[in-house]
T-cell receptor, first 112, second 116 residues
């Protein structure tokens, strides 16, 4: 049973527009959420995180929103740039399960 | 070198072979991890080492044997693997062993393993 779901395998956006990547989770014990970005032939790199005590965290062009009532988080990238093209993984942890549980990832393509 | 390095980057082995994957972190971290990423599946945590002691074995078959001789090095010894073990194996490290789930994990580039 997948506890972290990224239902869109891919997303294509025009340069300069907003990219919105979505993630749903099922485990109500999760209280810490992260986004990782992965380029081909490289390992995932940390992008941004959010604790369950917040509903928004912003870092430059990247903003993560958390809606605990529906167990949903999203990553907004604005403006999108071609260098943002990568696979984005959502991850969560919390409660007695400190392990990071990852989603399958969403491939973002930003077209010039 | 900086960050987290993994060798080899690609490995092809037969089911009767014995091989080892190596991970080295140059970040002064105290915790190290092995993850497996199979095709079209999420990253799965395999093992966690904290201050050179194994703190997590996520129901991994015994044909995978980790070793952490010091806080900078982590190995994954492989023997009698199956074709379904073919995957990308990622190593990661994080700063503090006491904050395993809140500290950012830094990943290596991975070893692409193919078992014939």
């Amino acid at each position: 049973d997948q506890q972290v779901k990224q239902n869109s395998p891919s997303l294509s956006v025009q340069e300069g527009r907003i990219s919105i990547l979505n993630c749903d989770y099922t485990n109500s014990m999760f209280d810490y959420f992260l986004w990782y970005k992965k380029y081909p032939a490289e390992g995932p790199t940390f992008l941004i995180s959010i604790s369950s005590i917040k509903d928004k965290n912003e870092d430059g062009r990247f903003t993560v929103f958390l809606n605990k009532s529906v167990k949903h988080l999203s990553l907004h990238i604005v403006p999108s740039q071609p260098g943002d093209s990568a696979v984005y993984f959502c991850a969560a942890s919390g409660g007695s399960n400190y392990k990071l549980t990852f989603g399958k990832g969403t491939l973002l393509t930003v077209n010039p | 070198e900086t960050g987290v390095t993994q060798t080899p980057r690609h490995l092809v082995m037969g089911m009767t072979n014995k091989k080892s994957l190596k991970c080295e972190q140059h970040l002064g971290h105290n915790a190290m991890y092995w993850y497996k990423q199979s095709a079209k599946k999420p990253l799965e945590l395999m093992f966690v080492y904290s201050l050179e002691e194994r703190v997590e074995n996520n129901s991994v078959p015994s044909r995978f044997s980790p070793e952490c001789p010091n806080s900078s090095h982590l190995f994954l010894h492989l023997h009698t693997l199956q074709p379904e073990d073919s995957a990308l194996y990622l190593c990661a490290s994080s700063q503090e062993a006491a904050h395993l789930y809140t500290d950012t994990q830094y990943f290596g580039p991975g070893t692409r393993l193919t078992v014939l």
